[in-house]
């Protein structure tokens, strides 16, 4: 059955499964006691956890499709003995594909991946803000978004620990139920650890109900996914492509929207930049979306306009 299915969808198959191994590692390293931190810069660490999952995810899927860009965060030389996932996700595989990407071929899709969004809580014990994010560009746009969250129901001893989301644009979302923000609050989303004047600004203009102040852009989008929040707002250049592939793709199957703070779409052929210099304005609801662009003030939109 997989050896006939589009390449698409064998694709999003494996990155969920791929996902959920490096879901295990994550907690595996952090089990042992010694995340093995490197700073690679002022407030952005990197872990064993970090390496050891970025390998497993670009390993396992640059051996199923070898003419497939894959642009991951972590500035690695890839090993050659990543351990193989033989694993594929059934429900995914036996979707229905969109049409527009059923003949594509493995060459014209471009991957990005955070093997973990969010480090930074990741060695604080902010355990549910970490995430693995797993997005899938054709034609410049995000076709698949697969988002794992290893210590979801981490502190619920009889829960299940983990649980991985994704969606495709035309098709659907699996994993989670996708729920609207309350009616009649502006709840929103913002950065924990890379707060700045004009990011402030962007906020106190919008006169918000309340602010959350969230690690990792996958775990503030994954709050707008189930109704905790109503936009994620960031007027800064500080996220990168592949923290936003993934997210906007499962935005968008539930019919949300991801951009700069221009509310024009980011392109993601693997020869962008990876800064998202314009910012990044999100929402579950498009009408929602809309509101957030045309009340984000000018001169803000003025401090983040990229180059």
Not at 134 to 158: E, F, L, M, W
Not at 192 to 211: G, N
Request: with cysteine; glycine share 10%; charged share 25%.
């Amino acid at each position: 059955m997989a050896s006939t299915s589009p390449v698409f969808l064998r694709l999003m198959a494996n990155a969920v499964a791929v996902a959920n191994h490096a879901g295990n590692i994550i907690r595996e390293v952090m089990s042992k006691g010694d995340l093995g931190i490197v700073e690679k810069g002022v407030n952005d660490p990197q872990t064993e956890a970090d390496r050891r999952a970025q390998q497993c995810i670009i390993g396992n899927l640059n051996k199923k499709f070898p003419l497939m860009s894959i642009i991951g965060e972590e500035d690695l030389a890839q090993e050659t003995d990543v351990e193989l996932v033989s694993d594929l996700d059934k429900e995914v595989l036996n979707l229905q594909c969109p049409e527009e990407l059923r003949n594509v071929t493995e060459e014209d899709f471009v991957v990005w991946v955070d093997p973990l969004d969010g480090t930074a809580e990741y060695t604080e014990g902010m355990l549910d803000h970490v995430t693995v994010l797993i997005g899938i560009a054709h034609k410049n746009r995000p076709v698949g978004g697969v988002i794992h969250q290893p210590y979801y129901n981490y502190k619920n001893d009889k829960a299940g620990l983990g649980r991985t989301m994704w969606g495709i644009p035309g098709i659907g979302v699996g994993g989670f139920k996708p729920l609207p923000p309350p009616e009649g609050k502006r709840l929103v989303v913002t950065t924990r650890s890379h707060m700045t004047p004009v990011v402030q600004q962007a906020l106190e203009a919008l006169k918000p109900d309340e602010i959350l102040r969230v690690g990792g852009a996958g775990y503030k989008v994954m709050l707008l996914m189930e109704g905790h929040a109503t936009a994620y707002v960031f007027a800064s250049p500080g996220c990168k492509k592949w923290d936003t592939c993934a997210p906007e793709a499962i935005l968008t199957a539930m019919g949300g929207r991801l951009t700069d703070i221009h509310g024009t779409p980011y392109s993601y052929a693997s020869t962008e930049m990876h800064p998202n210099k314009r910012g990044v304005l999100a929402a579950a609801k498009s009408d929602d979306h809309k509101w957030f662009v045309e009340n984000i003030p000018d001169e803000v939109k003025q401090l983040v306009k990229g180059s």
